[in-house]
């Protein structure tokens, strides 16, 4: 298309020169310039000025005609090269520090995905380099339209097969869990496999997202590449209610053995790993199986990057009214890219955390209930079983629910949270052994 444009305009502007080159001559005859209605009169030179006025408003008009020319070959140029899908970004140039990520939006039946996407697109830093791919499932036309109304600005891409599922009896209202499971798979699919991408961040679209969620992705995403012992990046913090983080220090941030989701960064090779064992339902659950997590962890923030704005849905709004409507939403960039997140490595990690927790005061439930912390320091609660963590995590308000054992927000079974003002770590006693995964 270039090719037949260049010509195009090539011939355009040696048209223009011929007629120049033509004037030229004409005007350097001995002669001067005939007369059209004698052009062998010798006196035809008294009617030059007329002739030169009606040759330059000849010459003025073609000239014009060319412009006109040149302008529509531009625009018809323009118009072909915008219809033309540009392939996706898959590698950077040498120059870049930072890969082409892009941002995959798992979409349904919520026209209100507008909220989620103008989020992403007021913060992301880069167009280029964070794309953003809306997969819609469900074939919602409202969803649709509002998805379509973004033009250029995102990829809509759709799952092909809306059917329903076959699902055991007892399943039967579940068919939604089998959906969207079946929609991830797909949809990664896309990114990982048609597209080609080497990494992508994950989100739904009831997720709103904060002023520094790439920033976050941007700085931790090069541990992720370099530290085999984690399998994720996460945007969220299950505990993250108000009252129960330091929002003064929203920098901080953690290794868990829990998987997170809710805004997470995953490389393509974990998506080899997963996908040829993909679940049929529960793909998150799935996740936190230890013969996916296979001893990785993830990275979370203490002030989580997402919040979730949607009640209604196939969880029917579980857990929303108790826990993830009082989720904090981090307000306030942090720059993290400029900050040393080395001590994110496992070793250095567990180093310094494990020194931090047990050499913390061991105090009663009571005690902490009793006392306002704000300018004490940090102490531990100790559980021992199953039981006592579960009663302990309901008397503080955190989430007391476990998968395969591991408890939310846990690294090596401690649960590190805010209470009263005051650093409290939830945790076994120091020679913790591992997970039980009967605690479920």
């Known amino acids: 298309m270039l090719k037949k444009t260049s010509l195009a305009l090539g011939g355009a502007a040696l048209f223009l020169a011929w007629n120049g080159l033509l004037l030229l001559f004409l005007w350097s005859r001995p002669g001067g310039l005939p007369s059209p209605q004698n052009p062998q009169n010798p006196d035809s030179s008294r009617l030059l000025p007329a002739q030169l006025l009606q040759l330059a408003q000849d010459a003025e008009a073609e000239l014009r005609l060319q412009r006109d020319l040149l302008l529509q070959i531009q625009k018809f140029s323009r118009s072909q090269h915008q219809k033309t899908p540009k392939p996706p970004q898959i590698t950077t140039t040498a120059k870049e520090e930072f890969p082409v990520i892009p941002v995959l939006v798992l979409a349904c039946d919520r026209s209100s995905v507008r909220r ?5 697109l007021r913060y992301r830093p880069s167009a280029r380099r964070f794309p953003v791919i809306v997969s819609q499932d469900c074939g919602h036309a409202e969803t649709a339209r509002v998805i379509a109304s973004y033009g250029q600005a995102v990829a809509h891409i759709r799952q092909p097969d809306l059917s329903d599922i076959p699902v055991p009896p007892e399943h039967r209202k579940f068919q939604g869990y089998y959906k969207i499971s079946r929609h991830y798979r ?30 976050y992705f941007q700085a931790v995403f090069p541990l992720l590449q370099r ?9 969220w913090n299950d505990n993250g209610k108000e009252a129960m983080v330091d929002a003064g220090h929203a ?12 805004g997470w960064l995953l490389l393509a090779e974990l998506w080899d790993e997963l996908e040829p064992k993909w679940p049929p339902a529960f793909w998150d659950d799935w996740m936190r199986q230890p013969e996916q997590r296979r001893g990785r962890s993830c990275v979370r923030p203490e002030v989580s990057r997402t919040m979730t704005f949607g009640r209604k849905g196939v969880s029917h709004g579980q857990f929303f009214d108790q826990y993830l ?16 997140l080395s001590y994110l490595k496992k070793e250095e990690y567990e180093r310094f955390f494990l020194q931090q927790v047990y050499s913390a005061p061991e105090v009663k439930i009571e005690e902490l209930q009793k006392d306002a912390g704000r300018d004490l320091g940090a102490v531990r609660l100790q559980y021992r079983g199953r039981d006592s963590f579960k009663a ?7 989430m007391d629910d476990l998968k395969s054992g591991v408890p939310r927000a846990g690294y090596r079974g401690i649960v590190s949270f805010v209470c009263r003002g005051r650093r409290v770590f939830l945790a076994p006693p120091s020679d913790w052994t591992g997970y039980d995964p009967s605690w479920s």
């Open 116 to 120: 989620c996407l103008d989020k992403i």
């Open 186 to 215: 797909w949809a990664l699919g896309q990114v990982f496999r048609t597209f080609r991408y080497r990494a992508a961040i994950v989100v739904e679209d009831d997720l709103e997202v904060a002023p520094d969620f790439f920033e």
């Open 392 to 398: 302990l995590a309901k008397a503080l308000g955190l």
């Open 325 to 340: 409507k009082f989720i904090k939403l981090n307000d306030r960039f942090v720059p993290f890219t400029q900050l040393d």
């Open 251 to 262: 920098e901080l941030l953690y290794r868990t053995d829990f998987f997170p989701g809710l």
């Open 227 to 235: 530290d085999p012992s984690l399998w994720c990046i996460s945007a």
